[in-house]
């Protein structure tokens, strides 16, 4: 079995590599032998938020969390409050939403797909 990127299989002039996989027995494969470069351990990490609609949503959501902790207080109001008030749960609710708006725009202006619509395309060019 021979897995690569769906451009491989759409475009005979395409760059990307592809593996060579053997089955082992209950769905389960040996990688073989790869050619070139192209994967790497970070490249798992950097393609992790498009594997599923679920995995995008959290990377959304954690960004807006981190966003929202490291606002200073101060711009919010009186220097004086706490760390955790309703005014940075509003915050949080309204960062959640605009990175929400801006993934979602992201997606659809660049035609996206999650990797298991793009592995079970019928498509050919």
């Not at 609710?93 to 619509?117: H, I």
Request: charged share 15%; glycine share 6%.
């Amino acid at each position: 079995m021979i897995m690569a990127p769906s451009a491989r299989f759409r475009l005979c002039d395409s760059e990307v590599d592809p593996l060579l996989f053997v089955p082992i027995g209950q769905d389960r494969y040996y990688l073989v032998d790869r050619w070139g470069t192209d994967l790497s351990p970070w490249r798992a990490l950097l393609y992790w938020p498009v594997r599923g609609p679920l995995h995008l949503a959290s990377l959304v959501v954690l960004f807006a969390i981190l966003c929202t902790v490291f606002m200073p207080t101060q711009w919010m109001g009186d220097a004086s409050m706490s760390l955790f008030n309703p005014q940075r749960a509003l915050l949080l609710f309204w960062t959640v939403m605009v990175f929400s708006g801006f993934t979602l725009f992201g997606w659809f202006a660049f035609f996206g797909q999650f990797s298991r619509e793009a592995w079970n395309s019928r498509h050919f060019n």
